[in-house]
């Protein structure tokens, strides 16, 4: 019995070096113990990853809040995602109450991340928002054949008991032949988004978020570009309470973006609202030089006593170098 035992532990720690590495050779990112199962389907048009059924509450894990092991997979040929959306229900297929997700990430392990360095790249990825992404024409994600992708998936710890819970994460993609520009995949937030430093997280700052005080609070952060580039797309994420974020260019005194979430009359959060996410073929800039700052604006009724955190983060979808010339701001949509 102690012999086979220790065979056990002896294949879950294989297992889980053979998770947490993904092919990366930068950043080892600890797994949980088997939980639930990940099933991909692929066709023309789509690559769809299904997580579950798992029973809910379930905890996070690792330096990326993990509910379930994370999945390594590849794709059979070179391709460019253009859109993707999540989903989250029962294995009867009923819709729940989307804020039981906290979220899907999607991470190419075979490319360097140009906002964190030394991590994987993070090319998609959503929350309780659930909206869906759609590029605009011509622009897309490359995911090269053989790339070693891999899913994170988490679900909200304080959801209540649920049985048999799933999430689908689908990848929308370009036919064969289209012709696609590339765009680079850039994360920015108020709170840190790089989970290589979430050491340096203040006392404020946990896997939710950065604590919100009672009343109105209106927190930002400074922000430097590793890269010159031409934002296309840009998807908005944030949690219950949060108000507005926005991306504000310092040195030119220019509001980049500007996000107002649809909530309920106790801020709980519903969505952003398709007018709500910029996406335009035209584009504007970001660039190494200039100073910038990410801001977010919350409201924490001033009789519930309970701590509250709040996201403000933007995936930031652009191509390299400045736009062709000067595009209009997204708060002007």
Do not use: W
């Not at 879950?12 to 050779?25: E, F, I, P, Q, R």
């Not at 769809?48 to 379930?58: E, H, K, M, R």
């Not at 894990?61 to 999945?71: E, F, H, I, R, Y």
């Not at 910038?292 to 924490?300: K, L, P």
Request: charged share 20%; net charge negative; glycine share 8%.
């Amino acid at each position: 019995m102690n012999r086979a035992l220790l065979s056990m532990v002896m294949l879950l720690m294989v297992t889980s070096t053979v998770y947490a590495d993904g092919g990366h050779d930068h950043h080892a990112i600890p797994t949980m113990p088997s939980l639930g199962d990940t099933k991909i389907t692929i066709d023309d048009h789509t690559v769809t990853l299904t997580f579950g059924p798992v029973d809910l509450p379930t905890g996070h894990d690792g330096d990326l809040a993990s509910s379930m092991p994370k999945k390594v997979f590849q794709l059979p040929d070179d391709t460019y995602m253009i859109g993707y959306k999540s989903e989250v229900y029962t294995k009867d297929g009923k819709p729940l109450p989307k804020n039981y997700l906290h979220h899907i990430l999607m991470l190419n392990n075979d490319k360097p991340s140009v906002s964190c360095d030394g991590e994987p790249l993070f090319f998609a990825g959503a929350g309780l928002e659930m909206t869906e992404a759609r590029f605009p024409d011509g622009y897309g994600v490359k995911l090269g054949k053989g790339q070693n992708l891999m899913s994170v998936v988490a679900f909200y710890h304080k959801a209540p008991p649920t049985k048999d819970v799933m999430a689908r994460f689908t990848m929308y993609v370009a036919p064969k032949g289209t012709k696609v520009q590339e765009m680079d995949v850039y994360q920015v937030g108020v709170n840190i988004v790089c989970y290589s430093k979430f050491g340096q997280r203040g006392a404020d700052q946990t896997d939710e978020g950065i604590e919100i005080k009672p009343g109105v609070s209106v927190l930002s952060a400074p922000l430097k570009f590793n890269m010159d580039g031409c934002v296309k797309f840009a998807y908005p994420h944030g949690h219950d309470e949060l108000l507005m974020v926005a991306l504000e260019n310092k040195s030119s005194r220019e509001t980049l973006l500007r996000t107002v979430p649809e909530v309920g009359a106790d801020g709980t959060f519903r969505d952003f609202r398709p007018h709500q996410v910029y996406r335009d073929d035209k584009g504007f800039t970001v660039t190494k030089r200039d100073d910038y700052e990410m801001v977010m604006v919350h409201h924490h009724p001033l009789q519930n006593p309970n701590i509250h955190h709040g996201m403000g983060n933007y995936l930031l979808y652009m191509t390299p170098g400045v736009c062709p010339r000067s595009a209009n701001t997204a708060s002007a949509r």
